[in-house]
Nanobody, 127 residues
Framework: QVQLVESGGGLVQAGGSLRLSCVAS????????MGWFRQAPGKEREFVAA????????SYADSVKGRFTISRDNAKNTVYLQLNSLKPEDTAVYYC????????????????????WGQGTQVTVSS
């Protein structure tokens, strides 16, 4: 089992920034590719960003490319999501997720490939 706890959400004006953190416990963090997803009211959960076990191969949804940055610190069992130039359409609950895989260089963008999920942190962007 892996436990994931997100933090760093909040209310911010359009154009502002936030940094989300997700701390993992329970199993060696380096075993897992990590992803960030989000879910707005009435919408399906969608991919935001992912990063491989070693921290390489970051990938992003087109809607956040160039504004958001995913990173991880395996020594701190933590994955981060830096959110810049926020827009009202970025408003959602943001979830981190862990994917146990052997491949060290790949991170999936698919919701159903992730094994463990955090409880989410709310990000609200006002216009």
């Amino acid at each position: 089992q892996v436990q994931l706890v997100e933090s760093g959400g909040g209310l911010v004006q359009a154009g502002g920034s936030l940094r989300l953190s997700c701390v993992a416990s329970g199993r060696p963090f380096s075993w897992y590719a990590m992803g960030w997803f989000r879910q707005a009211p009435g919408k399906e959960r969608e991919f935001v960003a992912a990063i491989s076990r070693t921290g390489g191969s970051p990938s992003y949804a087109d809607s956040v490319k160039g504004r958001f940055t995913i990173s991880r610190d395996n020594a701190k069992n933590t994955v981060y999501l830096q959110l810049n130039s926020l827009k009202p359409e970025d408003t959602a609950v943001y979830y981190c997720a862990a994917d146990r895989r052997m491949d060290t260089a790949y991170a999936s963008s698919l919701v159903n490939e992730y094994d463990y999920w955090g409880q989410g942190t709310q990000v609200t962007v006002s216009s």
